[in-house]
């Protein structure tokens, strides 16, 4: 597709639940990205993939994150037993490649919502 | 830890006043620096970046920054404003690849 993409736009789920957001990349983009923007506040880091496998994955905040890349396109990020501070618009980016002079090109986000 | 620090959260301007956001960052590592803006119910896009060499970066959209080494500093300037303008400014500053972001500043233009 011509940009990054990210589905569902809108996830409301009630606490203890599982998720699943998903992120389409823009084809030909090696690396890819997961952030979090809670209101207010900047776009914070999870985790990011060059290919198939997590180059970074020190920004996820604990184990009921989980991100997966499976074919090195589109990603999954899955988050077990949310909790309303879970709370925030999920971003994805890519880049051609990676690297710290690469633009990073970002899809709509995901606002999910815990009950 | 890097970061990055944004110290205008919201700046109200009317058209055609100058506008100057300020960023600083923390030190260390590679300096690569990048200005992203969000217009309402958009996504984020790049309005300009710096890697090395001249200092001052020219963006989109008439937009401009200035990389000052000695101050930690990369504060976004636009001569003259316009209502289109209205938005929410980012600095960021890669680190390893990922992008470690300020708070942002959010821009209110009026007509």
């Known amino acids: 597709g011509a940009g990054v993409s990210q589905t569902p736009s809108n996830k409301v789920t009630e606490k203890g639940k599982y998720v699943e957001l998903r992120c389409d990349p823009i084809?030909?983009?090696?690396?890819l990205y997961w952030y979090r923007q809670s209101l207010g506040q900047g776009p914070e880091f999870l985790i990011y993939?060059?290919?198939?496998?997590?180059?970074?994955d020190s920004g996820l905040p604990n184990d009921r994150f989980f991100a997966v890349r499976p074919e090195g396109s589109v990603s999954t990020l899955k988050i077990q037993r949310t909790e309303r501070g879970d709370s925030a618009v999920y971003l994805c980016?890519?880049?051609?490649?990676?690297?710290?002079?690469?633009?990073?090109?970002f899809g709509p986000g995901t606002r999910l919502t815990v009950l | 830890a890097q970061s990055v620090s944004q110290h205008n959260h919201h700046v109200i301007l009317s058209e055609a006043a100058s506008l100057e956001l300020g960023c600083n960052y923390s030190y260390g590592g590679t300096v690569n620096l990048f200005w992203y803006v969000q217009y309402p119910g958009q996504h984020l896009q790049l309005l300009l970046k710096?890697?090395?060499?001249?200092?001052l970066v020219k963006g989109i959209k008439g937009f401009e920054a200035e990389f000052i080494k000695s101050k930690f500093s990369f504060n976004l300037r636009k001569p003259s404003v316009q209502w289109s303008d209205t938005a929410e400014y980012f600095c960021?500053?890669?680190?390893?690849?990922?992008?470690?972001f300020g708070q942002g500043t959010e821009l209110s233009v009026k007509p």
């Open positions: 710096y890697f090395s060499g001249d200092p």
């Open positions: 084809s030909g983009h090696t690396a």
């Open positions: 980016a890519s880049s051609f490649s990676p690297g710290t002079n690469n633009e990073q090109f």
């Open positions: 993939f060059q290919g198939t496998g997590a180059a970074d």
């Open positions: 960021a500053k890669n680190q390893g690849g990922k992008l470690i």
